[in-house]
């Protein structure tokens, strides 16, 4: 369990549900600028195996907030960043550009089951964690009426697989499998495993 005690880290995230997951488990944090992940090129490389892709952006979210530690001459903490894709098949559903792309995206997942991965890193002075969530979630049959209705209310906009498990999509899913914070953005376990390794000295608290 996290304790009290813990000192606060910086997390390099613009997802307000990722702030209110850490809130939930009582981790400090301060968010670093705008929240904005700069220089992140979150495009997926030909033949990129999901997992991998998650890790690689979650790591280099990480790493970025990190520089903006060092550039703002902050005082020193570990960053926290997460990255979340949605996989229909072997094809990675990221955030949907526009509201045509989201509903292609609600229509592959209509009717199956497919995988989310969030992947969390912790980076510090010259060394990074990480930490991989899988869940598996179903979906019931969508009609067109329905996506069109769903992708009124905004809320599939910028979200992984253009929509949000905590909000009207609850009643497209007929089950999970896994964490459902992890498909919210960030899994709480696996999280709170990676700042306990930190108390507990698993990451150097030194600056670099």
């Known amino acids: 369990m996290i304790s009290a005690e813990a000192r606060p880290i910086y997390l390099a995230s613009r997802s307000p549900r990722r702030r209110t997951l850490l809130e939930q488990i009582g981790i400090r944090y301060t968010l670093l600028g705008d929240g904005k992940e700069d220089g992140v090129d979150e495009s997926v490389h030909a033949d990129e195996a999901p997992a991998v892709y998650v890790e690689r952006i979650a790591r280099a979210k990480a790493d970025a907030g990190w520089a903006q530690v060092h550039a703002g001459k902050l005082a020193p903490a570990p960053v926290l960043a997460a990255d979340t894709a949605v996989i229909a098949g072997h094809r990675i559903l990221g955030r949907p550009a526009e509201r045509a792309e989201a509903a292609r995206m609600l229509g592959l997942l209509s009717g199956t089951t497919h995988e989310v991965l969030t992947g969390v890193a912790l980076r510090s ?5 990480f930490a991989l969530s899988r869940s598996r979630v179903t ?5 067109e009426g329905e996506i069109r209705a769903y992708l009124a209310t905004g809320e599939a906009d910028d979200k992984a697989g253009a929509y949000a498990i905590q909000g009207r999509a609850a009643q497209f899913v007929i089950s999970l499998e896994g964490s459902y914070s992890g498909v919210m953005g960030l899994p709480l376990y696996e999280t709170a495993q990676l700042i306990e390794r930190i108390e507990h000295g698993g990451i150097d608290r030194a600056d670099a």
Do not use: I, T
């Open 125 to 129: 002075a010259g060394q990074s964690m």
């Open 139 to 143: 979906f019931r049959d969508l009609d």
